[in-house]
């Protein structure tokens, strides 16, 4: 079986559609009308120039715009209105473009948070300390163990997030990310600013993250090559419009897109 | 020793003391401004409220006598000859509790995303009302409170220390209040198990969590709302605390509400983001404000006690803005 066949195997039904989605902040259009889906166990990306629309998009799905048309399901219902944190107990978890990580935390205390949707023990139990709470948070405390080795962060356990480097910060946000165990990991460019070495590293996790775990995976990013190694399917976006959707190889050859990309002469 | 060394010991003793119960009252505005960053003007009107509930449960009052009386031209006033002091301990917790619901509810729902200075000023409301709601509720008559706390001067500590004198000087030994000893006790247990709490636990991670990044902590499933519910069961709790001893100390009485205004000073020094800076800002106040009255109060006729905090929280303003322990304000260019 070829490569490519065998990728298509392992890509089962749609998770995540979003259908008509037109987003504006008072006058100013930033999504009008974008329809696309997400598959599970893909890993989707989702390009264009800046100010495409690229991050409003992972916002609306993600919970922290609203749009004023259209309609998000996911897991073949239509959600309502949902607010962040209630989309990430459905399991869809997320990277910001400019790292969210609680700064003054440990890399630890970090991913543990990550645990937090999974974490069921009450009030009343942790006051108590003994028991229950105890035992649950030993065992997270192991999957959290588990994610450091994956990403390699062993050396970095007990030091306050604020203090690493920024490659480094990425990687933890990723580990917090992987600790929710989502279905769908959102990723908004998970390698801005980073060196060849750093984002070859990423390239692997988020390839890793996607074959062992199965996790479906949507990620915006700008630098092209990663993007079409990476991903099973593109969708182009360009002023809030989608000008393309498809196979990297659709969308390489894609002329709307090269004229995007490239600036086309008018005359 | 001279007496006049062991004198400046029992000074800068009973300055701890006092140290500590500003202490308490600052630790409450630290819970709420650090997760939420909103400055608790309400604070110490919480403590009284506190203190007010405490007693009424404990000695069996009806709660708006008054109210009931004049609307329906009855006598009420007593249910009955109360309750046991622990179980009216966890009834005034579940009052507090309660009260953070409605709080959330009614006031800080509608004022997300606000600026700072907005819910301040919802929290003057607060403390305004919750005054007046009180009195309403409790009736504004002064109330003694005995949760059965020892109190007074311990005879024992005055015995120990009158053997430290050299040989034949005039010295009766020193003077500790017994129910400050308590308090200051009850004050570091507080903080041991608040620290614990934070640390180990799902909800005290959820905390820091939400006190470091408000968006990330979205992002990891954590509904603000459910967690101020949380910080200000646990600030209400702190008042708690902090009503049962300032009342136990000086009555239950409308001008407990103004210990709280003491506490600024201590968050100045300590910074208004740091659990162990509210303790030891508490302290040097205490110490401070008890040294400088016994020194040169005299020199300049007494009751420097009153104004000797603030002037030093405005001396230390000019130098580390952000309090001893505080967050580092950088600017970034």
Redesign the interface.
């Known amino acids: 079986m070829s490569a490519s066949a065998d990728r298509a195997a392992k890509i089962g039904d749609t998770m995540l559609e979003v259908k008509d989605i037109t987003l504006s902040f008072g006058g100013v259009k930033a999504l009008t009308d974008i329809s696309f889906d997400i598959k599970e166990g893909e890993i989707r990306a989702i390009i264009g120039p800046n100010g495409a629309g690229k991050s409003s998009m992972l916002n609306v799905i993600s919970g922290f715009y609203h749009p004023q048309q259209g309609e998000v399901w996911f897991n073949g219902k239509k959600r309502g209105p949902m607010k962040p944190y209630q989309v990430a107990r459905q399991g869809i978890a997320r990277t910001f473009q400019n790292i969210a990580l609680f700064k003054g935390m440990s890399t630890l205390d970090n991913l543990m948070t990550g645990r937090m949707t999974q974490m069921k023990t009450n009030l009343f139990w942790q006051a108590i300390w003994k028991g229950p709470a105890e035992k649950e948070e030993l065992e997270h405390r192991e999957r959290v163990e588990h994610i450091i080795d994956f990403l390699g962060i062993q050396a970095i356990r007990k030091t306050p997030v604020g203090r690493l480097p920024y490659g480094m910060q990425k990687r933890v946000e990723l580990g917090r990310a992987l600790a929710a165990e989502a279905k769908l990991l959102l990723l908004d460019e998970p390698m801005a600013g980073m060196n060849l070495e750093e984002k070859e590293d990423m390239c692997r996790f988020v390839l890793d993250v996607n074959d062992e775990f199965g996790t479906t995976i949507a990620l915006i990013e700008h630098d092209m090559g990663v993007v079409m190694d990476l991903s099973d399917r593109v969708v182009v976006l360009d002023y809030g419009q989608k000008l393309a959707d498809g196979t990297p190889d659709e969308v390489r050859s894609n002329q709307a897109v090269i004229d995007a990309y490239l600036g086309v002469s008018h005359d | 020793m001279s007496p006049d060394f062991l004198n400046l010991i029992e000074v800068i003793l009973n300055g701890l003391m006092a140290g500590i119960m500003y202490a308490l009252v600052a630790l409450g505005f630290v819970l709420i401004f650090k997760a939420s960053g909103i400055f608790n003007y309400a604070q110490g009107v919480m403590a009284l409220f506190a203190a007010l509930t405490l007693v009424g449960f404990q000695t069996g009052q009806v709660p708006f006598a008054h109210l009931i009386n004049a609307i329906f031209g009855t006598n009420v006033h007593h249910w009955g000859d109360g309750m046991n002091t622990f179980l009216a301990i966890l009834l005034t917790m579940g009052v507090m509790i309660l009260f953070a619901w409605l709080v959330e509810r009614f006031v800080l729902k509608h004022l997300v995303n606000q600026e700072p200075i907005i819910l301040f000023m919802a929290t003057i409301g607060l403390a305004f009302f919750m005054e007046g709601f009180g009195d309403l509720m409790w009736g504004a008559d002064i109330k003694n409170m005995d949760v059965g706390l020892p109190s007074g001067g311990s005879f024992w500590w005055e015995d120990v220390t009158k053997t430290w004198a050299a040989e034949g000087a005039e010295y009766y030994g020193m003077y500790i209040d017994v129910l400050d000893v308590w308090a200051a006790g009850i004050a570091i247990l507080l903080v041991i198990a608040l620290t ?2 934070s640390q ?7 905390l ?2 939400v ?3 408000h ?10 709302r459910s967690i101020w519910v ?1 910080v200000w069961s646990i600030a209400g709790f702190v008042a708690l605390v902090a009503g049962i001893m300032w009342g136990s100390k000086s009555g239950v009485q409308f001008s407990l509400s103004l210990i709280a205004l003491k506490a600024l000073p201590v968050l100045i020094l300590g910074g208004f983001t740091s659990i162990p800076g509210a303790i030891i800002g508490g302290l040097i106040i205490g110490v401070g404000e008890k040294l400088f009255e016994y020194t040169i109060g005299g020199m300049i006729g007494g009751a420097t006690e009153n104004w000797f905090a603030y002037v030093l929280a405005l001396f230390f303003l000019m130098f580390r803005p952000q309090g001893l322990f505080g967050e580092r304000i950088i600017e970034r260019v």
């Open positions: 614990l709490f180990y636990t799902k909800t005290g991670r959820a820091r969590a006190a470091d990044d968006q990330a902590a979205l992002t990891v499933g954590i509904s603000l949380v």
